[in-house]
C-alpha cells in the first residue's frame, strides 16, 4: 500500500475544511486544540483476550466471552506493554491505561486476588511514568473458582462474599496508590457478573447483599483526587439470562445515594435501548459518568467498536450537553479473531473520529432551527453536516499528534506482526 498522504497534502485538505465548516460558524482549529484534552481509557485486556497473568488463568468468565485465537497474543506484561506500545504509536492524542487485576505481575509466585498489592502492579506504575500516562483500574470479580456459583458480592455464601469484598477492597487501596504515585486520578470501576439462568425466588435477597458489601467496601474514603469510584451495570450475562443483580436501576440508584459514578457499558442494556439518550439525564443528577465504549452484535458480544451510528449519538450527546469534562470514555470491546493491535488502534481511532465529528457540530444552529419550530430544518441541516469534510480535520489532528493519517498505520502493524508477534 502507497503512503496515503503527504503532509502537504493533509494542510491542503485541511485549509479547504477549514473553509467548509467556518461556513456554519465553526472554528476547526479551535477544535482541533480541544481535541488534545479529550483522553480514552484503553483497556489492556483487548490485548490477551481478557486471559490476564495469574498462574491458573482460566479465560473470561462470568457471562462474557472472547472468541477466535488469531496468533500473537499477548502472555506477559512485557509482551503487554511492547503491543500497547505500537498500539499507542499509532494513535493520536495522549491517552490513559486500563487495567484489570489480573494483569497483577507476582514473578510467578501465587498470590491470592484478596492479597494483591500495589506492588504487584510496580512494573506497570513504572512504564506509565515512562509514557506519562495516567491508569484506570478494575477489580476481577470472575474467572475464579470463588465466582464459580454465579455470585460474588452478592453470594450468600459469606465465605465468597467476604473473599469478594477483600478483593475490592485491595484494588481499591491498590487504585488509589496509583493514582498518588502518578498524580493523575485512577478510575476503578466495579462489574461483578452476579445472577442467575433461570427465574430466582429471591431477586431482592442477592440485591441486598450485594448493597451491603458495597456499603463495605465503600466504608474505606479515598481522596478523590486519586480515586474516582465507578459502578457498572448489566441486563444479562451467557449462562446468566434470567437475574443480574446489578441491574441498571440498581447501580444508578445506589450511585446516585452514594456518590459514586456509574457506568454506562454500550452492551449492557436492550439492543434497540439508546445508551445516547440516558446520558443526559444522569448528567442532570450526577456530577460524572464513565462510559465503556463497546459494540453489541445481537447480544452484549464485545464487538471492536466501528464509527457507528450508535457510537456517534453518544458523542454528540456530550457534546449537546457541554459534557466532555464529565464523560469519561473508558474502551470494552475484546476481540480474538483478528490482529489485536489492528483491533485496539481501529477501534481506539473510531472512538477518536466520533468525538471529533461531534466536536464539529454547529449546535447552536441545530438548537436555533428547533426553538423556531423548523423541524424540517433541523433535519436537513443534520444530514448537511454529515457530508461536512470529517476526514480532512482527521487527517490534521493525526498529523499533528504525530501518527499516521489514514490508513498507513496498517503497514506498521504488518510490520510488528511479521517481526514480533510472528516469532510468539
Ligand atoms: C462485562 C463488563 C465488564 C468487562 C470488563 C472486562 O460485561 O462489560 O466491564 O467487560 O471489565
Ligand atoms: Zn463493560
Redesign the pocket.
Known sequence: MKKVKTRAEILKGYEYAREAYAAYGVDTDKVLEDMRKRQVSI?C?QGDD?HGFEVSAMG?SG??LSTGDYPGRARTGDELRADYEKALSLIPGKHRINL?AIYAETGGEIVERDAIKTDHFSKWIDWAKKLDVAIDF?PTCFSHPMAASGFTLGSKDEKVRSFWIDHVKACRKIAADIGRELGKTCIM?I?V?DGMKDIPSDRIGYRALLKKSLDEIFEVKYDRKYLIDAF?S?LF?IGLESYTAGSHEFVMSYALKNDITMTF?M??FHLTESVADKISSALLFADDLLL?V?RPVRW?S?HVVIYNDELVAVAQEIKRCNAFDRVYYGL?F?DGSINRITAWVSGTRAALKSILFAMLEPTELLVEEENKGNYGNRMALMEEFKALPLGAVWDKYCLDMNTPAGADWLEDVKEYEERVLAAR
Do not use: C, L, Q, T
Open positions: 483497556h485486556w481478557v473470561a457471562g462474557i484489570h478494575n470501576n462489574w457478573p457498572e448489566k450475562g457499558d452492551g449492557h465503556h463497546s452484549d464485545d470494552d475484546f
